[in-house]
């Protein structure tokens, strides 16, 4: 499915979830659930927590897949699964394991985008009338 549909899936059956933006690897929006500019900060915001997690938890050659920054009033989380991530908000108190499980599994249910169909060339026989 693609990324606006699972992010209709997620909201539709997480209702903690506040707001949420699908991003890639270079920081653009690929799906949200709000407005362009509040999309593209949120995605900023993922990126950078999760550089700064990467920064604080230095493991090697892992990478930091997930991180919750717990706010009196809301809470954001961030995951990362390949070449996306997903942020979202959260109302406060929401159970954390359950929201990372949803945003994990709306991030897997988003296929591959697809690779335009390479035209095979064929040879073309070389039949002369004799």
Do not use: W
């Amino acid at each position: 499915m693609d990324a606006a549909t699972a992010l209709a899936d997620l909201t539709e059956i997480s209702a903690q979830v506040e707001s949420a933006v699908v991003f890639a690897d270079d920081g653009s929006a690929l799906a949200s659930t709000v407005a362009d500019e509040q999309a593209g900060r949120l995605a900023r915001i993922g990126l950078d927590l999760l550089a700064a997690g990467a920064d604080v938890h230095q493991a090697g050659d892992r990478r930091l897949t997930q991180v919750e920054v717990a706010l009196r009033e809301a809470s954001v989380f961030v995951v990362r699964d390949g070449a996306r991530g997903i942020a979202a908000t959260v109302a406060a108190g929401s159970p954390a394991g359950l929201v990372l499980y949803d945003l994990r599994s709306c991030l897997r249910s988003i296929d591959e985008p697809k690779q335009p169909a390479r035209r095979r060339r064929t040879a073309k026989k070389n039949t002369a009338d004799a």
